[in-house]
């Protein structure tokens, strides 16, 4: 019924940083991992992983993860949470789900999830896959010391990487495309995908070089790919893109694509991001 | 402290629809409206609409909605519902809700909101205001009689509107554009806009002439304008452009935007549709 890995078999960083002990039904411990440590907290990618993992791994689950939508409530600390998972409705190929993380009394982050079983239909990608040389002839972007999680991916820019403050940035928009990969490698899945989709520089210093404090406040998935295929793309660099429609009032959104090396969409992820001045 | 009419004062039939009577803390009771009627129950955008005046009519409310989203958990059938809120953690500057609307003991949709007190900020719009002649050069789509909810809009298309069984759609994408305003002539404000976000004929009678079984199961909504600004779009129409990334699996996802006539972005929504073959 689980296919994840026990925490003493968790050859993976990320398997460790999202481990969870089911307790009692719909509730699960959990702890945060240094080596997905963010600028404060923890790297909402790992969060929105957890979040998805509490519904993977739950007993009553039915088929695979359509849509997710992880709400960043409030700054969650370094250590032990508690993760709830509620049914909200189950179907007959769709189930709904309520996930809240808390840390005491306060709530750190919330989700909601949908998922469905698939069955073979008409099928069309419209976006196209961007053209793209080989994650080999580039070289990788270097971690970035204040957030640890960085140093767990393996990112090699196409374009679009984190502006530098030499740079000048008239005509330059907030548009990355980019090769990326868990470090070390481990097999694509629900779990690594759903914090991959997260594993965006913030667009505002793609685009400035000025930097400010931000926040993701909510990012919603699309899983595209079911579990086989996945499975496919095995340890593989996924081809990345994102970009930002709009800044103004204090947030602004991403909207991103995750596609396999062979062309085939996994997921389209969408965020709202707060940000100071 | 309500912005929002009482239902004797409901002139617009869009107030009468998502009107809701709060019943107790964080309880309200409401009906379903015959004129946003869709094929089976409501128009999913009026749901939409009714989730988030909860929390916009609730008395403690900080700021304005920056986020929604939207699950459809199940069929919700004409009659009366009833509407759950709770605050899940309120910030200095941001609050976070979870709203549930349910029939018997049936939960039919479910939403959770990112509200803001947002400040002046740099700001920048990445995305391009399509290129559109005036709405008063374009005729009116003719509503469709077993979709109820289409008549409560005038729509009129630039291009991208449902392929009709005569067309060849050899080369034909999913991308819509479109001028849309309620009927009859109502002034822009949050109720309004996140139901129009909804008010796009599904992407896949866009792409093929083919009549099947269609249904949302997830909404998101960014909104990237504030009360005022949406004051100033008066009953204007708006622009509004919708495309599909990608059909398999029994879903599709549509990405769109919403523009003020004077261009600027009010809104992003994003949506993943449960369709059969």
Request: aromatic letters at 10%; hydrophobic letters at 40%.
């Amino acid at each position: 019924m689980n296919p994840y890995p026990d925490i003493d078999d968790c050859a993976h960083q990320l398997d460790g940083a999202t481990f969870i002990t089911p307790v009692e039904t719909n509730l699960y411990r959990g702890n945060t991992s240094a080596a997905y440590g963010n600028m404060v907290g923890p790297f909402g990618g790992v969060i929105a992983a957890i979040l998805l993992k509490a519904v993977l791994i739950h007993p009553e689950r039915l088929g695979e993860p359509v849509a997710l939508t992880v709400n960043f409530a409030g700054p969650i600390t370094d250590g032990e949470f508690i993760v709830t998972t509620k049914v909200l409705r189950t179907n007959r190929t769709t189930q709904h789900w309520y996930v809240e993380l808390a840390q005491g009394d306060q709530v750190g982050a919330t989700a909601t999830a949908v998922f469905a079983t698939r069955r073979d239909t008409w099928s069309s990608t419209e976006v196209r896959f961007p053209v793209a040389r080989p994650a080999a002839t580039i070289e990788r972007f270097p971690p970035i010391d204040r957030a640890k999680w960085t140093a767990a991916y393996d990112m090699r820019f196409l374009h679009g990487q984190p502006v530098s403050a030499k740079e000048d940035t008239d005509d330059r928009n907030s548009v990355s495309c980019l090769w990326i990969r868990d470090v070390p490698l481990r097999p694509l899945d629900f779990v690594s995908l759903a914090a991959i989709c997260d594993a965006f520089f913030p667009r505002i210093f793609i685009r400035r070089p000025k930097w400010v404090p931000i926040g993701t406040v909510s990012l919603t998935t699309y899983f595209h790919a079911d579990s086989g295929t996945l499975q496919m793309q095995g340890d593989r660099p996924v081809l990345a893109t994102a970009r930002a429609l709009h800044f103004g009032g204090g947030y602004f959104d991403q909207t991103a694509e995750v596609w396999s090396d062979d062309e085939t969409l996994l997921a389209t992820s969408h965020q709202v991001v707060y940000y100071k001045e």
